[in-house]
């Protein structure tokens, strides 16, 4: 048994547990494959880990771990990763098991928000970064088509059509409804 891992894991619901069990024990075998302990690792190393999770690294970086069927974790299972393995970080700073460095990289976050039961919300320097995502248009063809006449059949539709496209939820070209006869 892995005690500081059971101390982490018995937070969390049995469902929760199983997830991140399996992911903790990816950690601690990468740890151990490339002579690693708490005590010598480093924030960056940390990094490097999630960056060989998510398939995100340049080259390699220490002794492989994964088996070479495994695909990388997409940026939600990374993020769970990511949780656990602060979490099991933090819960060895009692025990003075794990660098000041690491520490103060794990807890020295942005603040992204308040939750009701914790307080505030720590960012975690370990979770990949998700693309900002951007609003999607359709093509102008598309947008261009629903104004042919005979398509919107009733001057709601052109009425609701027409808003949607003056508040910019379908393209950015000009609006074409000036030519539609009703």
């Known amino acids: 048994m892995h005690r500081p891992s059971l101390t982490v894991l ?10 991140y069990a399996y992911s903790l024990l990816d950690h601690l075998n990468w740890l151990r494959t490339n002579h690693k ?11 490097r880990y999630m960056n060989g999770l998510t398939g995100q690294a340049d080259g390699l970086y220490g002794a492989l771990w994964r088996r070479p069927e495994q695909r990388p974790l997409g940026l939600s299972a990374a ?42 919300m720590m960012a975690n320097p370990l979770a990949p970064r998700k693309s900002a995502r951007r609003p999607r248009f359709l093509p102008d063809e598309f947008v261009e088509a629903l104004f042919q006449p005979g398509v919107l059949t009733s001057a709601r539709d052109v009425m609701i059509v027409t808003w949607l496209h003056d508040g910019g939820m379908f393209s950015r070209a000009q609006s074409p409804y000036a030519s539609v006869v009703l």
């Open 10 to 19: 018995k937070r969390y619901g049995t469902s929760t547990q199983q997830t």
């Open 79 to 120: 993020g769970n990763v990511a949780t656990v393995v602060k979490a099991y970080y933090l819960a060895l700073a009692a025990s003075d098991e794990v660098s000041r460095d690491v520490l103060d990289g794990l807890t020295a976050g942005n603040v992204i928000g308040k939750t009701r039961r914790r307080g505030e």
């Open 37 to 47: 302990s708490p005590s010598t690792v480093t924030l960056g190393d940390l990094q």
